[in-house]
């Protein structure tokens, strides 16, 4: 060991052992971020889970307001249904929910009737869109609310 060395000796093993200490304190630094990380993501995935959660079960209970008045009435008017979306009131319990709709099914043979029946109960220039054979359709025949863009959505 040459005698510079030896001389130094104590301020290289003072470094070494702070090189260690960093070393050991930016490990723990990194793991310690990485589980606030993960910790912070699974909060926000709860969140998002909670969420979601929420807005299908508003979904669903409009659907099952939705179902109920179509088994109750023998042929839903546009009254009725104007009537129930008021009720629901899906802007409080669905925000962000454009509008409630009944589709209808309709087969091919019965098209011509659905879209008279539809220009009989108000909507004059009522007609289902895009043109075209299928054995089954399912137009949007009521929209609430009625304006704005759901208009454009009636026939569809």
């Known amino acids: 060991m040459s005698p510079h060395f030896a001389r ?3 301020a290289w093993v003072v470094l070494l052992l702070c090189l260690m200490l960093s070393a050991i304190a ?4 990194k793991a310690d971020l990485e589980r606030h990380a993960a910790e912070e993501f699974a909060q926000i ?9 929420e807005k299908l079960t508003a979904h669903s209970l409009i659907l099952r307001g ?4 179509i088994s109750a009435s023998e042929r839903v008017t546009p009254a009725e249904w104007r ?3 008021e009720t629901m009131k899906a802007d409080v319990l669905a925000p962000g929910m454009q509008g409630i709709a009944f589709n209808p099914l309709v087969t091919a043979s019965g098209l011509s009737a659905h879209e008279a029946r539809a220009r009989s109960d108000g909507a004059r220039d009522y007609r289902v869109h895009p043109a075209g054979q299928r054995l ?6 009521y929209i609430e609310p009625r304006s704005g863009s ?5 026939g569809y």
Not at 45 to 53: E, K, P, S, V
Not at 136 to 141: E, G, L, R
Not at 150 to 154: C, I, S
């Open 66 to 69: 939705g179902a109920a008045l």
């Open 150 to 154: 759901n208009l454009r959505a009636l």
């Open 45 to 53: 995935a709860d969140d998002l889970t909670l969420h979601i959660q």
């Open 26 to 29: 930016g490990q723990r630094i």
């Open 8 to 10: 130094n000796l104590p």
């Open 83 to 85: 009537s129930f979306a």
């Open 136 to 141: 089954i359709y399912a137009p949007v025949q």
